[in-house]
């Protein structure tokens, strides 16, 4: 899982991402409205926690922006804006949740976890994915087939999660970097590349009939039925 936390308290925003980090998954972190728009425009998180008041953009145009644009990723709006009629606009304007600040650590993390979508390819566990004749435990780092099993470094089995959310559907270069690497990694498309061909590799030494394939001009896409 990857979140954007749109905050622009950075002592309150260092806070928050060092417990969602600690509890559901990676996070990048942006303290503007403007800043965010580069952010949203990767379309690579599962979920969105978002200030109402911000420098520049405020939170609820750029909320607006978002779903007038075709976003549906979860949005939570987390604001010190408590009035009933606040919340009405928010929730109005598409927000998914609405949290008022201050709040308990333990709360956002139960609201995090309750917006975010459930890929159909993620099991009970979040951290078990299973896919065609493939099965991958995230957090042992093994990837199991019909042949046996192997273990996977770290960035490959970010990336092949990330695959088999989206299995059968192409995924940008531009999509893997920002959810593997994140959005403000240098990363070299040959990097990319070295990592499906080991995971390519991965797949034929435990007889996977599962295969990446290349779309040109695209990025690569995950097959369950080659």
């Given amino acids: 899982m990857r979140y954007l936390l749109i905050e622009d308290d950075r002592e309150l925003a260092d806070s928050m991402c060092f417990q969602i980090e600690k509890e559901c998954g990676a996070v990048d972190v942006c303290c503007s409205g403007a ?73 956002l993390l139960a609201r995090l976890r309750a917006v975010s979508r459930r890929p159909p390819n993620l099991a009970a566990d979040e951290t078990l994915f299973a896919c065609g004749d493939l099965a991958l435990d995230s957090l042992s780092l093994i990837l199991k087939g019909p042949d046996g099993e192997v273990t996977l470094s770290k960035t490959e089995t970010q990336l092949l999660a990330y695959l088999m959310e989206k299995a059968n559907k192409a995924i940008t270069r531009a999509q893997i970097f920002g959810r593997v690497w994140g959005p403000d990694t240098l990363v070299e498309n040959g990097n990319l590349d070295n990592y499906i061909h080991f995971l390519r590799r991965r797949l034929k030494a435990i007889g996977s009939c599962t295969g990446i394939k290349t779309v040109y001009g695209v990025g690569y896409r995950l097959e369950t039925n080659s």
Avoid: W
Avoid at 41 to 61: E, F, H, K, S, W
């Fill in 35 to 107: 800043d965010a728009e580069y952010y949203l425009a990767q379309n690579i998180y599962d979920a969105i926690l978002l200030d109402r008041m911000l420098p520049g953009v405020d939170g609820l145009t750029l909320l607006k922006k978002l779903r007038a644009g075709g976003c549906k990723t979860p949005v939570i709006f987390v604001t010190a804006m408590d009035a009933v009629g606040d919340r009405v606009t928010g929730l109005d304007a598409g927000a998914d949740d609405y949290l008022v600040k201050p709040f308990s650590m333990p709360e």
